[in-house]
């Protein structure tokens, strides 16, 4: 399905699903996609950056930080970006300080001490970067080109801000493609039965933390077409959560007198006790009750209460969630123009999808089973890592087409300042994205181009219904020009100018500049970007520098511990106790004056310590590893003796004087070992040993060179018997059966031969070298196999 091509680096590309509580990104590389894993081991990494007093906590480790650094960290920045501080009611849930600057809602937070106003666009790339990190660590190596996943609703406004943060964290960001189509992508490029006239329909729901989103697919070979985009934002796991918070914020204020409703951090322990409650009660029976329980949720005091998935439901029934999520599915179904039993599948993923009576509900509203065969919380990342590499140079994926539709009407006028020409291009709802339409103008001055929202009626309200602007420069002093443009929405869904030439025999090409866009300008995309490379700069040293001062603590706890036991016998007692006394000055230290101090300074004081240190721990192992080696080499000797007397038929031509031989070698070489042992037994351990483990280990190969060549000695091929007159057929019989017995007794085409001593060493002994790998075991006290000489 995927593969590099030929010549291309065999690098990887990564797909990112961008949700609002929780991330999750997939590798694409050669021969398939890979969801990775982070720091924690966790498949999904949460949406939170926590500033903290002398660095920043993102993800795994903002959230460990957040309970008790509530009003310094953000959560959910994904609902932030693109909006004004008016926008909407569900912006008074965060805990942090919201204010707005440049009609942009902002953060404020303390960083290092100081106070800081953060942009949605900055605090996504914190995460987009912190993602980055994580695929390169699963990787081995740079992991930049990425596809986003993105809700259908987004606006330009949304979409620019999202490319801008991966800018700034140093992705290059090759498509942002819609939730639902990244996931019709992953269900169906791994088809192989898809049918090449009459398409095959399948719904697709992503009920995810932060709204619904339906989509309408049509499948046929190789490609697939999304009809129509629908979406509440009203629905989701986080209205569900809320639904729970309220109900027992209220229980539990009349059942114990306190309200959680006027504690953040209270707060914060509700709502998540609530969450997993809802997942709780998504697998229990409907009527069993399931316990919810906070300990010290506020004023020390534990509440619990109990609830069933009937009362959850409703809950859901009489708020009319519900019905929400049957009215997006029905606005689906009449934007995609099909009927419903031309629905062949519909597919569930996201979160919410898990509450059965959500999928009850899908079901009878289309008449069959909804269904699960695609990971609920993984499929985004999936598509989005194989749309990524099938714009990718590197790769070649199995060809797909993939099409997508326009969900807000756009519409681009255009008019030249000399007033020669003058109209209007229309995309409506429904038109495919990536898309564009031809157009020729007749010009002798430079034409604008506006691109707008046609209608306003269906557009979030903080969508901005221009867009952006073009200016196509043409000089007034050249005359009237014939102009040849193609326009329309990009794969992010965004307006852009493709191309535009002047048509002559030979067609030049035209510049055009974008005089308004939504988004920040050049020159301060070029500022974020570096105020994030300093900060991720310090968080580097800062994370180094906590490293450092670790490893001089363990190495000061380490060996306080072995020099007074293991390495004790390997210094004086004079120099013992003068090392002692600078590691307990060195802890002393850390806890005191270098309890905060730079890396450089740690390293120092470790390179200090060591200077002492190593050459205990070198000598200690130096007579370890002798001791050691002297152990296998008297194992070797022992083999070989055995060796020497061995019965077995493959040896047998080996005569006497060579086994005698073999013992006297042994006989030397244990004579040497005993020698060498008693100076190693003698010797100061204070000292470098008198002898090394390879100098013992290059006594035992010519040991085992020695042996070789008497035991691997050839076995002398037998004469060839004189030619023999006919005989009668009944003698046949009888000289096969002195054949075959010949047979046996000659080595299976030498292989025996060759063969080497197995290890028949005692479990607690060393295996010799060269002998560990032998083919059959012996059984007990009976002969050994030989290994093949090299």
Not at 307 to 312: E, M, P, S
Not at 390 to 408: G, I, K, Q, W
Not at 424 to 450: D, I, M, N, Y
């Amino acid at each position: 399905m995927i593969d590099c091509c030929n010549g291309a680096p065999t690098g990887a590309v990564m797909g990112i699903d961008f949700g609002t509580d929780n991330c999750v990104v997939a590798i694409a590389r050669r021969k398939g996609v890979d969801i990775v894993s982070n720091e924690a081991s966790q498949r999904s990494t949460p949406s939170i950056v926590s500033f903290g007093a002398s660095e920043r906590f993102i993800g795994e480790r903002g959230s460990s930080q957040r309970m008790m650094n509530l009003k310094n960290t953000v959560s959910e920045p994904k609902r932030l970006l693109g909006r004004k501080l008016h926008d909407g009611e569900e912006l008074q849930d965060f805990t942090i300080k919201l204010e707005e600057e440049n009609e942009e809602v902002v953060s404020r937070v303390s960083l290092c001490g100081h106070d800081r106003t953060f942009t949605p666009t900055q605090l996504v790339s914190m995460i987009l970067g912190n993602l980055k990190k994580i695929a390169q660590a699963d990787h081995g190596s740079e992991v930049i080109d990425c596809a986003i996943g993105v809700p259908v609703y987004f606006t330009e406004k949304q979409r620019t801000a999202l490319r801008e943060a991966a800018s700034i964290a140093g992705l290059k960001s090759l498509r942002l493609i819609n939730d639902n189509t990244a996931t019709a992508l992953a269900y169906g490029i791994t088809k192989t039965d898809l049918p090449e006239d009459n398409p095959r329909h399948v719904v697709f729901l992503d009920l995810g933390h932060e709204s619904t989103q339906v989509s309408v697919v049509a499948y046929k070979k190789g490609q697939l077409k999304v009809l129509s985009h629908s979406y509440n934002k009203e629905i989701g796991g986080r209205h569900i959560d809320k639904l729970l918070f309220e109900h027992f914020a209220e229980v539990f204020n009349q059942k114990y007198g306190v309200d959680a409703r006027k504690n953040s951090r209270a707060s914060l322990r509700l709502r998540t006790q609530c969450e997993k409650l809802k997942k709780t009660l998504s697998a229990n029976p409907k009527d069993l009750e399931t316990p919810i329980h906070v300990e010290c949720m506020m004023e020390d005091k534990d509440v619990s209460g109990m609830f069933t998935r009937a009362q959850l439901e409703e809950l859901l029934e009489g708020q009319g969630l519900l019905a929400k999520i049957q009215s997006t599915i029905e606005s689906a179904m009449e934007l995609s123009g099909i009927k419903m039993d031309q629905v062949d599948s519909v597919e569930m993923v996201g979160g919410t999808s898990r509450i059965p009576r959500v999928r009850e509900l899908v079901s009878e509203f289309f008449g069959k089973d909804s269904r699960t065969t695609i990971n609920a919380a993984e499929s985004v990342a999936r598509g989005a890592s194989l749309a990524c590499a099938m714009l990718s140079p590197a790769f070649r994926v199995r060809e797909f087409r993939v099409s997508d539709c326009c969900l807000f009407p756009v519409e681009v006028q255009y008019y030249s300042e000399d007033g020669s020409c003058k109209g209007k291009l229309e995309f409506e709802r429904g038109s495919e994205v990536p898309g564009q339409k031809s157009l020729k103008l007749k010009t002798a001055s430079p034409v604008h181009f506006e691109w707008m929202h046609s209608q306003a009626e269906g557009l979030p309200k903080d969508a901005s219904v221009v867009l952006c602007k073009h200016k196509v420069n043409v000089d007034p002093k050249k005359g009237e020009c014939l102009l040849k443009l193609d326009l329309g929405l990009g794969l992010d869904g965004c307006p852009a100018i493709f191309s535009c030439v002047k048509e002559t025999q030979e067609e030049e090409k035209i510049s055009v500049d974008t005089t308004f866009q939504l988004g920040n300008l050049p020159e301060a995309l070029e500022r974020l970007m570096e105020d994030e490379r300093n900060m991720a700069s310090h968080d580097e040293l800062v994370h180094e520098t906590h490293a450092s001062k670790n490893s001089l603590e363990e190495y000061v706890y380490k060996m306080r511990d072995a020099i007074s036991s293991t390495y004790s016998q390997y210094e004086s007692e004079d120099k013992k106790r003068e090392f002692l006394k600078r590691l307990d000055d060195m802890e002393e230290w850390l806890y005191g004056d270098g309890e905060e101090t730079s890396k450089d300074v740690y390293v120092e004081k470790l390179k200090e310590l060591k200077q002492i240190g190593d050459p205990i721990e070198s000598r200690a192992k130096d007579f370890e590893d002798v001791r050691e080696a002297f152990g296998k080499m008297r194992s070797y000797i022992d083999l070989c003796r055995r060796m020497s007397h061995t019965e077995d038929k493959r040896f047998s031509h080996i005569t006497a004087e060579e086994r005698a031989k073999v013992v006297e070698e042994c006989n030397q070489y244990e004579k040497w070992v005993q020698e060498q042992e008693t100076i190693i037994k003698a010797a100061p351990k204070t000292e470098v040993p008198p002898k090394f483990a390879s100098e013992v280990e290059s006594k035992r190969s010519d040991l085992e060179h020695a042996c070789k060549k008497i035991m691997n000695r050839p076995k002398p091929k037998a004469p060839s018997p004189p030619p023999q007159a006919d005989k009668p057929m009944e003698d046949q019989p009888k000289e096969d059966e002195q054949a075959k017995e010949q047979d046996e007794d000659e080595p299976e085409e030498r292989k025996d031969e060759d063969a080497w001593m197995a290890d028949e060493a005692k479990p607690d002994q060393a295996a010799p070298m060269d002998t560990e790998a032998t083919g059959a075991a012996a059984e007990e006290d009976g002969p050994v196999e030989m290994e093949k000489m090299d």
